[in-house]
């Protein structure tokens, strides 16, 4: 088992950054890759960045490419969504996610665990 516990959420205004964390603890020895996804109210679930175990190779939702970085630290079992120039349009609760795999993947139903999500609300 895998726990994840994301912080870093909050109130922001438009153009404004936050730094979301997501500790993982439990069983972290297994190579895994991480992702972020978000939920804004009405709407489904929707892939944000992922990052493979090595932390080489990333990817991200078109919206969010040149302001969002996802990072990892895996001496501290950490994964990080830096977010810079934040919009109106990113609020959303965000999770973080993982999967027991080398390569991470756009595709939320092949992640096994889940955090609990963190608000991130920007205003304009």
């Known amino acids: 088992q895998v726990q994840l516990v994301e912080s870093g959420g909050g109130l922001v205004q438009a153009g404004g950054s936050l730094r979301l964390s997501c500790a993982a603890s439990g069983r972290t020895f297994s190579p895994y890759s991480m992702g972020w996804f978000r939920q804004a109210p009405g709407k489904e679930r929707e892939f944000v960045a992922d990052?493979?175990?090595?932390?080489?190779?990333?990817q991200y939702l078109d919206s969010v490419k040149g302001r969002f970085t996802i990072s990892r630290d895996n001496a501290k079992n950490t994964v990080y969504l830096q977010m810079n120039n934040l919009k109106p349009e990113d609020t959303a609760v965000y999770y973080c996610?993982?999967?027991?795999?080398?390569?991470?993947?756009?595709?939320?139903?092949?992640?096994?665990?889940w955090g609990q999500g963190t608000q991130v609300t920007v205003s304009s």
């Open positions: 990052i493979s175990w090595s932390g080489a190779r990333t």
């Open positions: 996610a993982s999967r027991t795999s080398l390569m991470a993947t756009m595709n939320e139903r092949l992640y096994r665990y």
